[in-house]
């Protein structure tokens, strides 16, 4: 059964840093381009970042670049998310989705709350 | 940047058919998926590459996609179908990954 269980959110003050981690199950992860897709409350979907499969190509959205950085270490079969400069415009549920589209399935989610 | 434009609501009685689109430029030329989210869910992937029906998603469901605008269709709507429903696509051209802005499906 595949499995995508995002750990790492929690309540950091602006300008703070976090650390998101996916653990994978169920599929052979290093055949998979992975995703963070995050959910502001009350708000859409917002695509955030891709890696592909050895991480040599990482895609990010305009509003997180130079402060987000998507990695993934195949050995563990873990994606993560490393946030700096945390704004509060971050708080969201952030997602981690197999895939790049079109992919079957998510996690979670995980909550990132950014207050002071 | 890319953009997809959804309608923020669209409300259908039971029993008749709902219709969600997705405009974006040439979206014909890409590939559409939809996804479905509850309240406090994930969102799940009910229709890939258009027009290809995940495992589990009934038969209800159907998709489409030509010129600059795809389309989403729900037969004989039910109460359990009221959700939000975003599209989404890879925007090669620009390597990113974008989705419409949601829709919310209301049954009268």
């Known amino acids: 059964e595949v499995q995508l269980v995002e750990s790492g959110g929690g309540l950091v003050q602006p300008g703070g840093s976090l650390r998101l981690s996916c653990a994978a199950s169920g599929f052979s992860f290093s055949s998979y381009w992975m995703t963070w897709v995050r959910q502001a409350p009350g708000m859409g979907l917002q695509w955030v970042a891709n890696i592909d499969l050895d991480g040599s190509e990482r895609y990010y959205v305009d509003s997180v670049k130079g402060r987000f950085t998507i990695s993934r270490d195949n050995a563990k079969n873990s994606l993560f998310l490393q946030m700096n400069s945390l704004r509060v415009e971050d708080t969201a549920v952030y997602y981690c989705?197999?895939?790049?589209?079109?992919?079957?399935?998510w996690g979670q989610g995980s909550l990132v709350t950014v207050s002071s | 940047s890319y953009v997809l434009t959804q309608p923020p609501s669209v409300s259908v009685a039971p029993g008749k058919t709902a219709t969600i689109t997705c405009g974006g430029n040439?979206?014909?030329?890409?590939?559409v998926h939809w996804y479905q989210q509850k309240p406090g869910q994930a969102p799940v992937l009910v229709v890939y590459d258009d027009s290809d029906r995940s495992p589990g998603i009934p038969e209800r469901f159907s998709g489409s996609n030509s010129g600059n605008t795809a389309t989403l269709t729900i037969s004989r709507v039910e109460a359990g179908d009221e959700a939000d429903y975003y599209c989404?696509?890879?925007?090669?051209?620009?390597?990113?990954?974008?989705f419409g802005g949601g829709s919310k499906l209301t049954v009268l």
């Open positions: 040439d979206i014909g030329s890409l590939s």
């Open positions: 989705a197999r895939g790049v589209t079109g992919d079957h399935y």
């Open positions: 989404q696509v890879w925007h090669r051209s620009s390597d990113h990954v974008v």
